[in-house]
């Protein structure tokens, strides 16, 4: 079984800045794709980022030049730096991963439990 746990958000004022950071553990042998996505109350659920095993990154365009997504293959650790923030940027942020497992069924994708990061005055 593979999991999530994520760590960070919080309370933030505009402009400031939070670090999120999510860990996969379990049965894995190789991790694929991790990113962070955001549910906003009433909203669908968004891609904010994502990133390959080769470090290949994608933003969403709202957040393009304000948050940096970065990988640590060898501890199956994504990280989410966001700055500049914005009330708008208030939301429930979810890790996922997928990839293939060392044990049968070979192929996964998880999701973390969220971490609500509000960002007001």
């Known amino acids: 079984q593979v999991k999530l746990a994520e760590y960070g958000g919080g309370f933030v004022q505009p402009g400031g800045s939070l670090s999120l950071s999510c860990e996969a553990y379990?049965?894995?042998?190789?991790?694929?794709?991790m990113g962070w996505y955001r549910q906003a109350l009433g909203k669908q659920r968004e891609l904010v980022a994502d990133?390959?095993?080769?470090?290949?990154?994608n933003y969403a365009d709202s957040v393009k030049g304000r948050f940096t997504i970065s990988r640590d293959n060898a501890k199956n650790t994504v990280y989410l730096q966001m700055n500049s923030l914005k009330p708008e940027d208030t939301a429930v942020y979810y890790c996922q991963a997928d990839g293939l497992r060392t044990i049968l069924p070979r192929s996964f994708e998880v999701w973390g439990q969220g971490t609500l990061v509000t960002v007001s005055s």
């Open positions: 990133i390959t095993e080769g470090g290949s990154m």
């Open positions: 379990g049965t894995i042998l190789q991790i694929h794709n």
